[in-house]
C-alpha cells in the first residue's frame, strides 16, 4: 500500500530518537564534576534503619562481666530454694548470679539464689521455693535484694513484722506469682518464674532501681598475696550423709558441683551447675528450739577459703550490721575475685574441709 513506507520510516525515527534519549540521561544523572560515578543502586543505599548498631552492654555488679543491658534487673532477687532429696534436681540455680548454701533444720541445707541477669527472650523457672529463715533474709539484705520464699520460720515473721518495709513476696499469700507442680508431692513442688517474679515486684512497687556492689573483681592474679595451696578438688561435709565436692575443669577454667557424689544438674535443661568462684566462709551456728531450727551468726568476723582456678587461698570475712560482706587477705587487703558467677558455702566452726589435687 502507498502508505506503509512513510509509516516504517516515522517508526524508525521514534526508535532512534529514545536510544539517544535514552543514553543522554543514563550518562547525567550518574556523572558529577570530577566524572566519578556516584550512584548506588538502589537497595545499596545506607539506610539508618539498616545500619547494625552493636548492642550496648553493661556490668553485672554480682559477677563483673559485662551483659546485654536490657538484661539486667533493676535489682536482685534473692530466692529461697530446697534441697532436701524430694525437690532434688532443682530448677534455675544454674542461672544464678550468686548462691548460698546453708544449713537449716534437719542436718539438709537450703539454697538462697540472687539473679540480677537473665535472658528476656526466654523465662525461667525457679524452685522448689520454700521457707524464710532469718540468716537468709540478713544475706539478701546484703544485695538490697527482692526475698522470695514460701511461707517462713516464726522467727522469721517476726522479723518481717518488726520490719514491714522489707521488700519481699511470700508465697504463702500468693497463688499468682507460684504455682504447684503435680509430679512432686507438697511442700516440694512450689515454683516461681523471673518473669512472673518482675511482674508481681512491679504491682507491689518494689521493682526499683537499688545500687548494690558487693564484691571487686579483678582478672589479675597478683592481686592476692597469700600463699596457695592444689584446690583442684574440694570436699565439704555437712554431714555424714550429704557431701558437696566441687572439681576443677582446667580447660573451662570452671568447678563441677556434686552431691553426694552425683554431678549436680538442672532439672528443665540437665545443664551441670559450674562456679567461677567459691568461698567457704566460717560462721557460728547453733540450735535455737526444739523442731532443730538454727541461729547463723551472719555479722561480726571469721575465716573462710577462696577457691579458684584450681586453688585455695586462706581468708577473713567480717560484716557490720547492716552493712556488706567484705572479704579481706590475711594481711587485710581486699580481696578481687575473677569475674564470673559465685557459690558461697557457709559452714559450722567445726567442718573439716578437704583440698586435693584431681587425680580423676
Known amino acids: 500500500m502507498w502508505f506503509k513506507k512513510p509509516v516504517i520510516l516515522f517508526i524508525l525515527f521514534l526508535i532512534l530518537i529514545g536510544i539517544v534519549l535514552n543514553a543522554c540521561g543514563s550518562n547525567s544523572g550518574n556523572v558529577k ?4 560515578n556516584n550512584t548506588l543502586p538502589a537497595n545499596e543505599i545506607p539506610s539508618e534503619n539498616n545500619k547494625s548498631t552493636p548492642e550496648e552492654k553493661i556490668i553485672n555488679p554480682l559477677t563483673g562481666l559485662m551483659v546485654p543491658k536490657n538484661s539486667l534487673l533493676k535489682r536482685p532477687f534473692a530466692v529461697v530454694i530446697e534441697n532436701e532429696k524430694k525437690s532434688r534436681p532443682q530448677s534455675g540455680l544454674y542461672k544464678a548470679d550468686v548462691v548460698y ?4 533444720e534437719g542436718g539438709i541445707t537450703r539454697f538462697l539464689a ?3 541477669s537473665f535472658d528476656p527472650e526466654k523465662d525461667l523457672e525457679i524452685g522448689p521455693v ?3 529463715r532469718p540468716y537468709l533474709i540478713e544475706f539478701a539484705k546484703n544485695y538490697g535484694a527482692v526475698f522470695v520464699h514460701y511461707g517462713g520460720s516464726p522467727q ?3 522479723y518481717f513484722k518488726e520490719d514491714k518495709k522489707f521488700p519481699h513476696i511470700d508465697g504463702i499469700y500468693d497463688n499468682v506469682t507460684f504455682y504447684r507442680k503435680k509430679e512432686r508431692p507438697a511442700p516440694h513442688n512450689a515454683y516461681t518464674s523471673m518473669d512472673k517474679l518482675v511482674s508481681t515486684a512491679n504491682r507491689l512497687n518494689l521493682y526499683k532501681d537499688v545500687d548494690t556492689k558487693p564484691f571487686e573483681f579483678s582478672d589479675e592474679e597478683s592481686d592476692i598475696i597469700n600463699d ?4 583442684e578438688k ?5 554431714n555424714s550423709s550429704y557431701k558437696v565436692t566441687y572439681i576443677f575443669d ?3 577454667g570452671i568447678y563441677r558441683r556434686f552431691m553426694n557424689e552425683n554431678l549436680h544438674a538442672d532439672k528443665n535443661t540437665n545443664n551441670p551447675i559450674t562456679t567461677k568462684n567459691l568461698l567457704i566462709l566460717y560462721m557460728n551456728t547453733k540450735v535455737i528450739d526444739k523442731e532443730g531450727r538454727l541461729t547463723i551468726e551472719t555479722y561480726g568476723s571469721g575465716n573462710g577459703f577462696y577457691i579458684f582456678d584450681g586453688k585455695c587461698v586462706k581468708i577473713l570475712w567480717e560484716r557490720k550490721e547492716n552493712g556488706n560482706l567484705k572479704l579481706l587477705s590475711l594481711d587485710k587487703k581486699n580481696i578481687k575475685l575473677r569475674k564470673g558467677n559465685i557459690w558461697i558455702q557457709v559452714v559450722p566452726q567445726n567442718t573439716k574441709i578437704k583440698f586435693d589435687s584431681n587425680n580423676n
Do not use: D, H, M, W
Open 33 to 36: 564534576n570530577n566524572g566519578e
Open 101 to 104: 548454701e546453708v544449713l537449716a
Open 114 to 116: 540472687l539473679y540480677l
Open 130 to 132: 520454700r521457707s524464710a
Open 156 to 158: 522469721a515473721y517476726s
Open 228 to 231: 596457695f595451696q592444689t584446690a
Open 234 to 238: 574440694v570436699e565439704i561435709p555437712y
Open 250 to 252: 582446667k580447660k573451662e
